[in-house]
């Protein structure tokens, strides 16, 4: 089976499969992943085994849901040619940040696979992102708002990358928290929801979307940190902001061992507890922002129930 093949028979993301497929977006969902599928077929012959092991298999393809959730509820029926295609550039560019943040991260595996950078090398890694962004905008073609959008977006990436390490074991607020998740995961939803509706009228539900998603992850990874075995760990060695620890280092004690630059394991624990503590405040901040987004939706959308939808599955995120 070849790289192409074996992502047309990848399995989704079981949740994901699952809110798909309530929102009635299978046949669309199948569309785009026929569409990676030939998309990295077509690609130079150097690059497509990386590619390949990039885009196969275990991806929840949450933020082209989003697209299309956004799309339909401001406008009914099938999802256009142009709608499909800024999805399809949507998971490329997504690829790409997952990318970086594994080599940044040092991150051996993603999705119970080799990172591809594990896999493949650093040099073979970075060269895929930059050809990947550059297939993404020959992708789009004449959509001049996609293009702009996506410039915007890589942007805004790059300075959340840049400014969350920059600020990593500092003593910040939830305020702090929600300006880096805004940039960092809240503009990819952003871009998503403005490539649904190009209006531009859903954008702050995007936003707050995205910074739902990026809570719920915190939290869910801080639930999995508390014997150091999830994936809140890496967070807790490097001083990240989470939201669980913008509301623990408000006790100077945490803020201490926060601002540690070599923690020691007694430190992690101390630090793991002390997050752990902070999970239902942290839940009740989950619920005003998902309450926040539900409001956008009903202002702006014909039809919310689709928007509706998708902040009830992000929000159940947090409980993993």
């Not at 490329?92 to 990172?115: E, M």
Request: include cysteine.
């Amino acid at each position: 089976m070849n790289a192409a093949d074996g992502i047309a028979a990848a399995q989704l993301d079981a949740a994901s499969g699952a809110v798909i497929d309530a929102l009635g977006f299978a046949e669309e969902m199948a569309r785009l992943r026929r569409r990676i599928a030939t998309w990295v077929g077509g690609c130079d012959p150097e690059m497509r085994e990386a590619l390949g092991w990039q885009f196969l298999s275990g991806a929840k393809y949450f933020r082209p849901l989003t697209v299309f959730a956004c799309h339909r509820a401001v406008i009914p029926g099938p999802i256009p040619d142009t709608i499909m295609a800024g999805a399809l550039v949507v998971e490329l560019f997504h690829n790409v940040s997952l990318i970086i943040d594994d080599i940044v991260d040092h991150s051996d595996t993603r999705r119970g696979r080799a990172t591809l950078h594990t896999r493949f090398g650093d040099l073979t890694a970075l060269m895929v992102a930059g050809y990947i962004v550059a297939e993404g905008y020959a992708l789009l073609g004449a959509d001049l708002q996609a293009s702009g959008l996506f410039s915007e977006l890589l942007k805004r990436l790059g300075v959340a990358e840049v400014m969350q390490w920059r600020l990593r074991r500092q003593t910040l607020g939830v305020e702090d928290w929600r300006r880096i998740a805004g940039e960092d995961t809240g503009s990819m939803f952003e871009i998503c929801a403005c490539l649904g509706d190009r209006s531009l009228r859903l954008r702050k539900f995007g936003g707050l979307l995205g910074l739902l998603y990026h809570g719920c992850d915190d939290v869910g990874d801080v639930r999995g940190a508390t014997a150091l075995g999830g994936g809140g760990e890496q967070d807790l060695r490097d001083g990240i902001l989470t939201l669980p620890a913008a509301l623990a280092i408000r006790d100077p004690a945490v803020a201490a061992l926060f601002g540690k630059p070599d923690p020691a394991p007694a430190d992690l624990a101390a630090m793991a507890a002390a997050f752990a503590a902070k999970l239902p405040e942290a839940e009740g901040e989950l619920d005003a922002i998902a309450a926040q987004a539900g409001v956008e939706a009903r202002l702006f959308a014909v039809n919310p129930a689709p928007l509706l939808a998708l902040v009830a599955q992000t929000r159940r995120l947090s409980a993993r």
